[in-house]
């Protein structure tokens, strides 16, 4: 509820004035909004007082006179100016909602209705669309739990990209894919006749590569962090595979 903007002939004589902003109205909104026109108004009314009282819920706009260093206060700022040589004039800021009665009602029967029965309404495509979308997206979170936004895989050039996700993943032309899952060639083993082609035996174990592995990964380097270590550990396995000549 929004109380009168003016209101005269109290006790002491004093002219009150209420400034009752919307709590959404953008703070440069109730620069432009909050009073030139009720200035005027007291100061061309016929009623006479030596007292005038602007209640505003806008604290911003009262912050902003206490400095007057924004453009936007020079109406405002003269408006009140020459209110003051007629009377004295107080600024006076108060909570939006706290002690009125007519907001405190509405709050009340908004989180009523907020708990009834709700009409049926029918859920435009782009609605749905969205529902659906952030439905999908938390499913994919839940079943990648190891899911990173900030995995430095992101920041790898496009080959490079395709190299790691495809040993991330197991998808990939090694043997023991295409033999195992797809049906495709003879056998899982790889060339080197030791194991079967999977990701760990390409980067971890196969013979053939012995001498690149060592000259890439001077240390002992665990094949988890060959694959899901940082920038720096992804390039060198990128590069790994790529001067075995090994198709991925």
Same mark, same amino acid.
């Given at each position: 509820?929004?109380?009168?903007?003016?209101t005269?002939?109290?006790?002491?004589?004093?002219?009150?004035?209420?400034?009752?902003?919307?709590?959404? !109205?953008?703070?440069?909104?109730?620069?432009?909004?909050?009073?030139?026109r009720?200035?005027?108004?007291?100061?061309?009314?016929?009623?006479? %007082?030596?007292?005038?009282?602007?209640?505003?819920?806008?604290?911003s706009?009262?912050?902003?006179?206490?400095?007057?260093?924004?453009?936007?206060?020079n109406?405002?700022?003269?408006a009140?100016?020459?209110l003051?040589?007629?009377?004295?004039?107080?600024l006076?800021?108060?909570?939006?909602?706290c002690?009125?009665f007519?907001?405190?009602?509405?709050?009340?029967?908004?989180?009523?209705g907020?708990?009834?029965e709700?009409?049926?309404? %029918? !859920? !435009?495509?782009s609605?749905?669309? !969205?529902?659906?979308?952030?439905?999908q997206?938390?499913?994919?979170?839940?079943?990648?739990?190891?899911?990173n936004r900030?995995?430095p895989y992101?920041?790898l050039?496009?080959a =490079?990209?395709v190299?790691?996700?495809?040993l991330?993943?197991?998808?990939?032309?090694l043997?023991?894919?295409?033999?195992?899952?797809?049906?495709?060639?003879?056998?899982d083993?790889?060339?080197?006749?030791?194991? %079967?082609?999977?990701?760990?035996?390409?980067?971890? =174990?196969c013979?053939?590569?012995k001498?690149?592995?060592?000259?890439?990964?001077?240390?002992?380097t665990?094949v988890l962090?060959k694959?899901?270590?940082?920038?720096?550990d992804?390039r060198?396995?990128?590069?790994?595979?790529q001067?075995?000549?090994?198709?991925?």
């Open positions: 509820m929004v109380a009168p903007e003016f005269s002939g109290t006790q002491e004589e004093e002219k009150t004035v209420f400034l009752s902003q919307p709590a959404s !109205t953008p703070p440069t909104s109730r620069l432009k909004q909050l009073p030139f009720r200035c005027t108004h007291v100061e061309n009314s016929p009623d006479t %007082s030596n007292n005038v009282v602007f209640f505003t819920d806008a604290l706009v009262l912050q902003a006179l206490q400095t007057a260093r924004d453009k936007k206060l109406d405002l700022s003269t009140l100016s020459s003051c040589g007629d009377c004295t004039v107080v006076q800021w108060i909570p939006s909602h002690g009125i007519g907001n405190e009602a509405a709050d009340t029967l908004a989180k009523e907020s708990t009834k709700q009409q049926d309404r %029918s !859920t !435009t495509y609605e749905v669309k !969205t529902i659906i979308k952030a439905k997206h938390n499913k994919w979170l839940q079943q990648h739990p190891r899911f900030n995995d992101y920041l050039t496009r =490079e990209q190299i790691i996700f495809r991330r993943t197991g998808h990939n032309r043997n023991h894919h295409l033999y195992t899952k797809l049906r495709i060639g003879q056998t083993q790889c060339p080197c006749q030791t194991g %079967s082609q999977t990701t760990t035996h390409l980067l971890q =174990e013979p053939m590569y001498d690149l592995r060592h000259r890439i990964w001077t240390d002992e665990p962090r694959l899901h270590g940082n920038l720096e992804l060198l396995t990128a590069s790994f595979v001067e075995a000549g090994v198709s991925i």
